[in-house]
């Protein structure tokens, strides 16, 4: 058989799309585990800052660095996960083409469910 073949059959073209989905589940769920920090980190910066001002929340009473440490810290991981996420995700994307407006709000909460799974359990 040859590759046109296969795509012509739809036994493997159906076994074709579950394989490619499967893998992007599996990159995303796998990114999501790291990716409980940059959530975490967005959270606290949330709670501290805009919503503490709003009354919303209240402020972590040994929270006074300023924005110094989130410019440091925060804004480098969050670049640094958000580049991680897009990379993986444009490339299992390219392997597997299916329409962007289904693949990327799947995969982004298919990464979230770690973070969800966490607040549930804790």
Request: net charge positive; glycine share 6%; charged share 10%.
């Given at each position: 058989m040859t590759p046109v073949d296969d795509l012509n059959n739809p036994d493997r073209a159906a076994t074709a799309r579950v394989r490619s989905w499967s893998t992007a589940v599996l990159v995303n769920l796998t990114l999501g585990v790291p990716g409980v920090v940059p959530v975490w980190l967005l959270w606290y910066l949330a709670v501290?800052?805009?919503?503490?001002?709003?009354?919303?929340?209240?402020?972590?009473?040994?929270?006074?660095?300023?924005?110094?440490?989130?410019?440091?810290?925060?804004?480098?991981?969050?670049?640094?996960?958000?580049l991680l996420w897009w990379l993986a995700n444009r490339r299992v994307r390219r392997s597997m083409a299916p329409p962007s407006r289904l693949y990327w709000p799947v995969s982004g909460l298919l990464t979230a469910v770690p973070t969800f799974v966490l607040m549930i359990v804790l």
């Amino acid at each position: 058989m040859t590759p046109v073949d296969d795509l012509n059959n739809p036994d493997r073209a159906a076994t074709a799309r579950v394989r490619s989905w499967s893998t992007a589940v599996l990159v995303n769920l796998t990114l999501g585990v790291p990716g409980v920090v940059p959530v975490w980190l967005l959270w606290y910066l949330a709670v501290n800052w805009p919503l503490a001002a709003l009354g919303w929340a209240t402020r972590e009473a040994t929270e006074n660095d300023g924005v110094l440490p989130w410019l440091m810290i925060g804004l480098p991981v969050l670049t640094l996960f958000g580049l991680l996420w897009w990379l993986a995700n444009r490339r299992v994307r390219r392997s597997m083409a299916p329409p962007s407006r289904l693949y990327w709000p799947v995969s982004g909460l298919l990464t979230a469910v770690p973070t969800f799974v966490l607040m549930i359990v804790l």
